[in-house]
């Protein structure tokens, strides 16, 4: 059987690791994050897409028996106290004004300025215009670390119950927020060395001197229980980094080969998981795999948010709406059984959705990416996205048995079963999407069939905003693609450095 990770390709690398696993959901992240931090000895490395300096890693019960503050930025600068060698750097992406509103303010003067002077926080610019700093890492001594697509910040935290009124689900502000599913994964070995040098890297090219941080002799016991391990001895990691004129490097598409690479690849099976669905490159590998005739039906499953919001329902929510129609067509012409899917949380008539952030890709059950990058055009090609990959290459049943157990943990999750019958059910391929379609009409399940709508109801408005989604959404650089290449070649010359200087202009550096 032909694996699917190929180095140099859809990887940068495959690397040896001792404990590797997934963390679901914020509550069970935040707390390994909060043990394993405690543990650190010289230096902890966090990158992220948005962080809040007051958000509470503990909660309940666990934070009134931590015997400290558990909030994100007292408890790393308390570990500096403690610590008189630990040194903390944060990497944060230096955020568009559409998102204020939904940022922390004076965030760099709280962090640096109110705090340890071994904490360095720093926002990141350092990228093709238009595009973000969208990856979501830790690593701690260059001997343990994080991955996925969990952000330490507000209206995450959540746990696997995803209750519909929940008292710990919570802000620092009081105020209350909607269920939410993510997924965060950790490793500790070579693969964790690795994610520091990815940091050291970025660090420097936000335009600061290159980090000394070599890895500390640790265990590789890890200090927290996870949600689920998995008995792999090594881990891929694949990159999407765009082309940009800071550093005129080529771009690094690794993320989207990877995808496609998957899918088609795909035998029996392929769930995702994703908050979007508007990238050409995952849809069209799904169509090319779907009408093959020569390969055999598939059983897809495809969870997404029961609703958008508003402001991303006008950017994505008519490409997403017009792919999952033409899927949903070709499945009934192919063959294919097809479901994609919601879930809510309701009591006594109340509904609630529970919002859906993960990021997350199982093929055949011998194939697990997670991190990220979504299933959307800027993720496979703009935003600087970082995912995780675990196969079973060679058949290892005891990693394709914990890729299973993954799938059947989430479905369990996402339908809300506790008959032990119908979880076992969920573990096996065959007939698996029309047993999703039963109990989607089971009023005691959370799982609902997903419902793609437009954003607005008026035709004409409709077809007047839908350009936006190419201006929000696009896989390639704006300015830098038709530049690049002069650039790249004559990076002396007069037109070249201007452009260098507009580009930082632009980007505020």
């Given at each position: ?404 157990r993954v799938r059947g943990s989430l479905l369990a999750e996402h339908t809300g079963v506790h008959a032990l ?89």
């Open positions: 059987m032909k694996t699917i990770l190929q180095p140099g390709v859809n990887c940068s690398g495959i690397y040896d690791t001792g404990a590797t696993g997934l963390l679901i959901d914020a509550c069970d992240y935040y707390r390994a994050f909060y043990h394993a931090a405690r543990t650190a000895q010289r230096y902890i490395l966090i990158a992220g897409w948005q962080f809040d300096s007051e958000v509470q890693l503990l909660r309940g019960q666990e934070a009134r028996e931590a015997g400290e503050d558990v909030r994100l930025l007292p408890f790393l600068e308390a570990l500096c106290t403690k610590n008189e060698e630990l040194e903390i750097f944060i990497l944060a992406w230096d955020f568009s004004v559409i998102f204020s509103l939904e940022r922390e303010w004076f965030q760099r003067w709280i962090f640096n300025w109110t705090t340890n002077k071994r904490i360095r926080f720093r926002f990141d610019n350092r990228h093709a215009i238009g595009a973000t700093h969208h990856q979501k890492f830790v690593v701690i001594d260059g001997a343990l670390a994080f991955v996925g697509g969990i952000d330490i910040c507000s209206d995450r935290w959540d746990d696997r119950r995803h209750l519909l009124e929940n008292r710990e689900r919570v802000n620092s502000d009081g105020g209350g927020y909607d269920p939410y599913h993510d997924i965060q994964s950790y490793h500790t070995g070579r693969v964790a060395v690795e994610l520091a040098e990815f940091f050291r890297e970025r660090w420097h090219n936000s335009g600061v001197n290159r980090l000394h941080i070599p890895p500390v002799p640790r265990t590789t016991e890890i200090p927290f229980a996870p949600s689920i391990s998995l008995p792999a001895s090594r881990v891929a990691l694949s990159r999407t980094v765009a082309r940009h004129l800071q550093t005129t490097q080529e771009p690094v598409l690794e993320i989207r080969r990877l995808f496609v690479d998957a899918i088609m690849a795909a035998k029996r099976l392929i769930y995702l998981e994703n908050q979007y669905f508007s990238s050409l490159a995952v849809y069209w590998a799904l169509v090319a795999r779907m009408t093959d005739p020569h390969r055999p039906r598939l059983q897809i499953v495809i969870l997404l948010p029961g609703k958008l919001p508003f402001k991303d329902g006008l950017w994505l929510g008519v490409s997403q709406m017009k792919m999952v129609h033409a899927l949903q067509r070709i499945a009934g012409k192919t063959g294919h059984q097809l479901g994609i899917y919601c879930t809510a949380c309701q009591k006594e008539g109340e509904q609630r959705m529970v919002f859906i952030h993960s990021k997350l890709l199982i093929v055949d059950d011998r194939f697990l990416t997670v991190g990220s990058a979504n299933t959307t055009n800027r993720s496979m090609g703009l935003d600087t996205e970082l995912n995780v990959s675990w196969e079973a290459a060679g058949g290892e049943l005891g990693v394709v048995r914990s890729i299973r019958k119908v979880r076992r059910q969920l573990m096996r391929v065959r007939g698996l999407v029309d047993l999703l379609e039963q109990l989607t009409i089971d009023p005691a399940t959370r799982i609902c069939r997903y419902i793609p709508e437009a954003p607005i109801e008026n035709g004409a408005l409709l077809d007047a905003i839908e350009p936006i989604a190419g201006i929000a959404d696009p896989e390639k650089p704006f300015m830098e693609e038709l530049v690049f290449e002069y650039i790249s070649e004559n990076e002396t010359s007069i037109f070249a450095r201007g452009i260098l200087l507009l580009g930082q202009l632009i980007t505020g550096i």
